[in-house]
């Protein structure tokens, strides 16, 4: 089993990592942030990528086509604070780097965790409500 050790001046404490069978969290959490993320605005983005595919072709086959993707990003979403710039690597290894600024209102941030809560607890209280009760 996945484990987690933790050092201390006293000794080691080795912590088990489990993961939780079946969780009433998955859905309502997922669900909050799904409304929180159609609510984040972008300020700044930049992508710079350096193409390493190991030979000269596939190099420059891969760099045009990430090119043209960004490309097409950038036509489709024309508001889109996009700065990229993409290289070809024939001596190094290739890398990626992106960078950006995200932004969202508290309150949207609130209204997300009231969501969770919400469908956290009618959640709960659908699983409680819906086990029957045994007759002695």
């Known amino acids: 089993r996945p484990a987690l ?3 201390a001046g ?3 404490l080795v912590l088990t990592i489990r993961r939780p069978k079946s969780s009433l969290a998955v859905k309502p959490l997922r669900r909050a942030l799904f409304f929180l993320a159609k609510r984040f605005r972008t300020d700044q983005l930049a992508i710079a990528v350096n193409v390493d595919a190991g030979d ?3 190099t420059v086959l891969l760099t045009a086509l990430l ?3 960004l490309e097409t990003l950038g036509a489709i ?3 889109l604070p996009l700065k990229r710039r993409v290289t070809c690597s024939f001596t190094g ?3 990626l780097r992106l960078v950006g600024i995200f932004s969202t209102r508290v309150g949207n941030i609130m209204l997300a965790a009231l969501l969770f809560c919400r469908d956290y607890c009618f959640g709960r209280l659908r699983k409680w409500t819906g086990i029957p009760s045994k007759t002695s």
């Open 5 to 7: 050790r933790l050092a």
């Open 67 to 69: 090119a043209g993707a």
């Open 10 to 12: 006293r000794g080691e």
């Open 56 to 58: 000269a072709r596939a």
């Open 93 to 95: 290894a290739g890398s």
């Open 77 to 79: 979403r024309p508001g």
